[in-house]
């Protein structure tokens, strides 16, 4: 005959999933935390290249620039790494298996290098903006021709922005392999395991879930935060130095551009005014 569960054996089994589901949740702030580390230090970097453009800095200014800037950088960690953060939070055994971590470790490495690359594209190109990269970079991809020339140009001229990106995502990637994924602690059969898991998955995913969502909205504000936020604890010109490209990118996506008004024609406008004198 078949021993059914007793209800002291099935409150066992709900504490042991738990426990498991606390140590997975412990292994992706780890790795989640890891992908943060690049953030400041991409700042460090950009302070280093871009320092004469922000010479009122102190060291102690510079400081409270990191860990003020740290608001913006788990907004942009929240949302670049979302589908890392589903892939790792799947209630199911195949997540525990050799390829699937593979594919976990393929995705934070695709998403933070692409995060990491923003922040080094901006090491030089601040100097011709004077401000951190935004969505309307993208626009230069409409030019034809024109884009086509300045970027290979651009890499060639910055070819070390390439190495430095290298560097920092080989660094995360290394860092990445020390943290393993817990292995089953407890066995029951398949129909149990899942549903008690999948009930498991909801009281502990579901609260960090909606951190994830207030980490992007950058606290319990009315409103998401935007880069103007900054403004409260640097001055306008320090701006560019506490938040990050993936940051100023993403919110400036819905941003509303302004509409070039034409309210007369160029021969009549030659007719009223002309700054040129013959």
């Not at 403004?231 to 701006?239: D, H, L």
């Amino acid at each position: 005959y078949i021993l059914k569960p007793s209800v002291n054996h099935r409150g066992f089994f709900i504490f042991v999933l738990m426990k498991q589901s606390l140590k997975e949740m412990q292994l992706l702030l780890i790795r989640l935390s890891i992908a943060l580390l690049a953030y400041p230090l991409s700042k460090i970097i950009f302070f280093l290249f871009n320092h004469t453009y922000f010479s009122d800095i102190s060291f102690t200014d510079f400081l409270s620039v990191l860990f003020f800037g740290l608001r913006f950088d788990i907004s942009a960690l929240a949302l670049m790494n979302a589908p890392f953060i589903v892939l790792h939070i799947v209630p199911f055994d195949f997540t525990k298996r050799k390829w699937y971590q593979v594919i976990l470790k393929a995705v934070f490495l695709i998403v933070n290098s692409v995060s990491i690359l923003a922040d080094g594209i901006d090491l030089e190109y601040y100097k011709f903006t004077f401000k951190r990269t935004t969505a309307d970079f993208f626009d230069l991809f409409g030019l034809g021709s024109d884009i086509s020339t300045m970027l290979p140009q651009y890499v060639k001229d910055f070819w070390y922005i390439a190495l430095i990106w290298i560097a920092l995502t080989v660094l995360i990637a290394y860092l990445y392999n020390f943290t393993v994924s817990p292995a089953l602690s407890f066995q029951e059969t398949e129909k149990n395991r899942t549903g008690l898991r999948i009930l498991s998955w909801f009281g502990i995913n579901g609260l960090f879930i909606g951190l994830c969502i207030v980490a992007f909205r950058g606290g319990l504000q009315l409103r998401p935060i935007m880069t103007i936020n900054a403004a409260e604890y640097v001055s306008a010109k320090n701006i560019p130095l506490i938040v990050n490209t993936s940051f100023s990118i993403i919110k400036s996506f819905d941003l509303e551009k302004l509409e070039e008004k034409n309210y007369f024609p160029e021969s009549e406008l030659k007719k009223i005014f002309t700054p040129v004198n013959s």
